[in-house]
């Protein structure tokens, strides 16, 4: 790896790597190499003959055919040099083969459209942000699994494939299966809960969830990665949501420790570290705070919108100096049927969302574990007990209290690194008009 380079004694080395730029000067040409981890300066010195006349040997006659993107592998000798821009080292060639050649036009260019360079994502990868980005995640993510691990969580792998819908019927997508029909997983929820009855207590689960949701918001996918976590023996939702901070913070200590300073180089975004506890503001409240500030949420339910979150977490930037914040005590109205609602005032539920950077990033809450009150609520939002007989089963033969939540990877790392679509951090992204590559 060209990253290793530098702890290298001067000599005789080898290495791949993409051919990123070529120079081509009338005594010495330089190419600058790339692979996954880093790249490095080239240099070949121009052979000339008893006269001064360049000759045409190997491997100038190749560098000068050489290709933006073209794979090669090169052998010659390292040298320390901090003149050298390039981490104070190149490489003298000895030879050069070409693995394969690039086309020479390249489809995208630094300026291209966010939807070409989706269409050439392979492509746009190659950069090093892009490159960071999924090393960001893969420690984000194994911070999490860290933490659950060590406080005795159980990782599951839920269907995807579902006989019924998990939430609602709006925003699923439904497939042949057979001879009936099955509908793509909007999330693990009755899964997790189920867990709960057979007595496992504390998991976890990162897969992909699905939503037929028609939206092209930077925010929104049909297809996304889904962080959810459930336990048993809570009191409140507010367990839920101490549980959801210790991840957090887990995860972007790990990221800054690991990562932090090249964020910062490439990026320009300081990785903080949140403090705990986050600030909590009930709903009604948020909402009050957002009107006092200029804005009143345009809306008929009694939710937040875009604009209205944007507002709430400016406050508490300036307020706290935090980035996140708990928006709680959600109304019935606009949760789900198994959201637990307030004791004595079952027009609030036990739940909230979480807001990073002005954006809502999760949802949690504590789970109605009464089969009674299960049963009767999901009546008055529609939802026939017929059709979730096997999810209300989970709760006739004994069940603790617990609760939980679900949150996008995808968004977490958009807000982190400060980018400003879902696009940007997501793999291969899908979306109502996008299925390929």
């Known amino acids: 790896m060209i990253k290793n380079l530098a702890a290298l004694d001067d000599g005789l080395v080898s290495v791949s790597g993409w051919v990123e730029t070529v120079r081509d000067q009338k005594k010495v040409q330089f190419v600058v190499l790339r692979d996954e981890s880093g790249a490095v300066q080239l240099v070949n010195p121009r052979t000339t003959d008893a006269e001064g006349v360049v000759v045409d040997d190997e491997p100038a006659t190749t560098i000068s055919g050489l290709s933006q993107g073209s794979f090669v592998t090169v052998t010659g000798q390292l040298k320390h040099d901090e003149r050298v821009k390039l981490g104070g080292i190149e490489i003298k060639l000895a030879s050069l083969e070409v693995v394969?050649?690039?086309?020479?036009?390249?489809p995208i260019a630094a300026d291209s459209s966010l939807d070409k360079r989706m269409d050439w994502r392979f492509l746009d990868l190659r950069q090093p942000k892009s490159s960071l980005i999924f090393r960001i995640q893969t420690t984000f993510e194994h911070a999490l699994r860290t933490y659950w691990i060590e406080n005795d969580f159980i990782e599951l792998h839920t269907p995807k494939l579902m006989a019924s819908a998990s939430e609602s019927r709006a925003e699923l997508f439904e497939v042949e299966y057979f001879?009936?029909?099955?509908?793509?997983?909007?999330s693990p929820q009755f899964f997790k809960q189920m867990a709960q009855s057979s007595g496992?207590?504390?998991?976890?689960?990162?897969?992909?969830?699905?939503?037929?949701?028609?939206?092209?918001?930077?925010?929104?996918?049909?297809?996304?990665?889904?962080?959810?976590?459930?336990?048993?023996w809570i009191d409140s939702h507010e367990d839920v949501m101490?549980?959801?901070?210790e991840l957090l913070v887990a995860a972007f200590t790990a990221v800054k420790?690991?990562?932090?300073?090249?964020?910062?180089?490439?990026?320009?975004?300081?990785?903080?570290?949140?403090?705990?506890?986050?600030?909590?503001?009930?709903?009604?409240?948020?909402k009050e705070i957002v009107k006092s500030r200029g804005y009143e949420v345009p809306r008929d339910d009694d939710d937040m919108d875009p604009e209205g979150e944007r507002q709430i977490a400016a406050y508490v930037a300036e307020t706290y100096g935090?980035?996140?914040?708990?928006?709680?005590?959600?109304?019935?109205?606009i949760r789900p049927f198994y959201h637990m609602r307030h004791e004595g005032d079952a027009s609030l539920t036990n739940s909230y969302d979480l807001i990073f950077n002005g954006t809502e990033i999760s949802t949690g809450a504590q789970r109605e574990h009464r089969i009674?009150?299960?049963?009767?609520?999901?009546?008055?939002?529609?939802?026939?007990?017929?059709e979730i007989a096997g999810y209300l089963d989970f709760f006739r033969y004994g069940v603790?209290?617990?609760?939980?939540?679900?949150?996008?990877?995808?968004?977490?790392?958009?807000l982190m690194l400060h980018q400003a679509s879902i696009r940007e951090v997501t793999y291969l992204f899908r979306g109502p008009t996008r299925l390929e590559p």
Request: no cysteine; charged share 20%; proline share 7%.
């Open 400 to 414: 603790p209290s617990h609760g939980g939540f679900g949150m996008g990877l995808a968004r977490v790392l958009m």
């Open 322 to 333: 935090h980035e996140f914040v708990f928006l709680t005590d959600y109304a019935s109205s």
């Open 242 to 245: 101490q549980l959801h901070e």
């Open 179 to 186: 001879d009936t029909k099955a509908y793509l997983a909007q």
């Open 372 to 386: 009674d009150v299960l049963t009767e609520q999901a009546i008055e939002k529609g939802v026939d007990p017929a």
């Open 100 to 106: 394969t050649h690039a086309i020479p036009e390249t």
């Open 200 to 232: 496992f207590g504390k998991i976890f689960e990162v897969g992909p969830a699905f939503r037929a949701d028609p939206s092209f918001t930077s925010r929104h996918a049909t297809e996304f990665t889904s962080v959810d976590s459930e336990i048993s």
């Open 257 to 286: 420790a690991k990562h932090g300073e090249e964020v910062l180089a490439l990026f320009g975004v300081e990785v903080t570290v949140p403090s705990t506890p986050f600030p909590r503001i009930p709903l009604a409240e948020a």
